[in-house]
């Protein structure tokens, strides 16, 4: 990944400007990131330890814990180390690295909410046969394709990011190294760029959000022509809420940031949304599947009378 440009450094003007907030929030979002990191870390352990959880849905899940402790080592560490310092540097290696984490593990996470989708569709309309459709096989088959994928994705950015030249201002105006910040600052003809950041990076974002769509409706069409009940239809689709939940967190800020164009007017929102998917996402996702799940809440109780 050779690039002719004349940076060798970026500066990441973080979330604010304003110095008197900084200690502030160094400790509120290293409050987050301790919160985020335990949490997750928690229920990982808890979904490898208990033999009652090793099912197809806590499989997936720990993978999601798992993508959400990298997800926010990926970006608050540094982001925690610059409202400390005076000079919030990065190094152009490393902000190539943490461009190509950040979409590796995002856009992962992405692929990764649909195929959760897709378990909830089979458990609740192919009861019978769902232990032999979601087999061990094919859910390590399925993880395995979308962490591939994810990390392709991510290099094919990274590779066509650094054979940018980049000659002018160095000052990145968010608190991590992102593609469209970058391509704001880059000399020369970026469309190929920004072609690709529309077209593989949106599909890769809106094709599993449509699939995990598809698999509801689905689900709630299914429910409703075979019960003709209200009362059955909100039970079983009780079962999916949390879910629903993390994908409307994970997906609404997504879709916000990445469907309109690079404009000035957008940067300070763009820092604001990144925040959400970033930092508030990976904190809520084990709050939300362990106060609404009851095995989740036994199994966590069971971990703690025996210690």
Not at 100 to 127: N, Q, W, Y
Request: glycine share 4%.
């Amino acid at each position: 990944m050779l690039n002719t440009t004349s940076v060798t450094e970026f500066l990441l003007l973080g979330v604010t400007d304003i110095q008197e907030l900084q200690p502030f929030l160094f400790v509120v979002f290293l409050t987050i990131y301790f919160i985020s990191v335990t949490g997750n870390g928690a229920v990982l352990m808890i979904f490898i330890s208990d033999p009652r959880l090793h099912s197809p849905m806590y499989f997936f899940l720990g993978n999601l814990s798992y993508l959400d402790i990298c997800y926010s080592t990926v970006t608050l560490p540094k982001m925690l180390q610059n409202f400390l310092s005076t000079h919030k540097a990065i190094s152009f290696l490393g902000c190539i690295s943490q461009l190509h984490f950040f979409h590796f593990l995002g856009s992962t996470e992405s692929m990764l909410l649909a195929v959760m989708a897709f378990d909830r569709c089979v458990a609740i309309c192919k009861p019978l046969r769902y232990t032999v459709i979601m087999n061990p096989q094919l859910c390590t088959q399925m993880a395995i394709t979308i962490w591939v994928i994810g990390f392709f994705h991510a290099l094919l950015h990274s590779i066509m990011t650094s054979r940018l030249n980049f000659c002018g201002s160095n000052r990145i105006h968010h608190f991590l190294c992102d593609i469209k910040p970058l391509l704001k600052l880059a000399c020369g003809n970026t469309e190929l760029n920004q072609w690709l950041l529309s077209t593989v990076t949106g599909t890769i974002a809106m094709g599993p959000f449509f699939l995990t769509l598809l698999s509801y409706f689905y689900i709630i069409t299914y429910l409703f022509f075979k019960t003709r009940s209200c009362s059955m239809l909100c039970k079983a689709l009780s079962t999916c809420a949390s879910h629903f939940m993390v994908v409307i967190l994970f997906y609404a800020p997504v879709l916000f940031t990445y469907i309109h164009p690079a404009l000035e007017s957008f940067m300070d929102q763009d820092r604001i949304v990144a925040i959400m998917y970033t930092v508030v996402t990976p904190v809520l996702n084990p709050l939300i599947y362990t106060l609404r799940n009851k095995e989740v809440k036994g199994a966590l109780g069971r971990v703690i009378r025996r210690l």
